[in-house]
């Protein structure tokens, strides 16, 4: 990623060391007070939350702290296997000029749409308002999506990131989007 981001001398970045989830603890846990949401399952695979996925989370909602605190107006978050296109910063900046366009708390650079058939309504030539998504690999967001999560009990209730993204950041479902 070092490598990859001096290709864009525009963009001032920090890297945040992930917490892996395969040495977290019980005691850790505790320790914290973390806990996991017994109640969600995978709604793909039918299982509870992994020890990876716990690490994810928890590496995620660091980052969300750290730019809370460092008070930017818009937060870039890739994840460290992120590859960029030919016109990334192009697109970039399309993006985040968009984006002023619109009410927002997070945008996806990058996302695996889950359901190819569900419907996605535009928003601009370069927006849509996504349909049910995964990946984290990179997204925008701003200051209002730190402060909802921050302020959220998501600690208490952890689970798959790439689930509460959507939540939080009011992009969870198309049609409830049009009522």
């Given amino acids: ?33 973390y806990s996991i ?4 399952i995978d709604p793909i695979q039918n299982r509870k939350i992994t020890k990876g996925e716990i690490g994810c989370s928890l590496s995620h909602y660091g980052v969300y702290e ?11 978050v890739l994840e460290d296997d992120a590859e960029f296109s030919d016109d990334f910063m192009d697109k970039l900046k399309k993006t985040i000029n968009d984006l002023d366009t619109i ?33 984290c690999i990179g997204y925008l967001i701003n200051q209002n999506f730190c402060e909802k999560i921050i302020n959220s009990n998501f600690l208490q209730n952890i689970f798959v990131i790439d689930e509460y993204l959507p939540l939080i950041g ?8 049009r009522n």
């Fill in 66 to 76: 750290k730019a809370y605190c460092m008070e930017h107006e818009i937060t870039i």
């Fill in 103 to 135: 009410n927002w708390d997070m945008c996806y650079l990058g996302r695996k749409k889950i359901n190819i058939n569900e419907e996605e309504q535009i928003l601009t030539t370069n927006l849509l308002y996504p349909s049910y998504s995964y990946w």
């Fill in 37 to 40: 949401l017994d109640d969600w």
């Fill in 170 to 177: 009011n992009i969870s479902n198309l049609k409830q989007y």
């Fill in 1 to 33: 990623m070092i490598e990859r981001m001096k290709k864009y001398p525009e963009i001032n970045y920090d890297f945040f060391n992930a917490i892996d989830g395969q040495n977290l603890t019980d005691e850790y846990m505790k320790q914290n007070e």
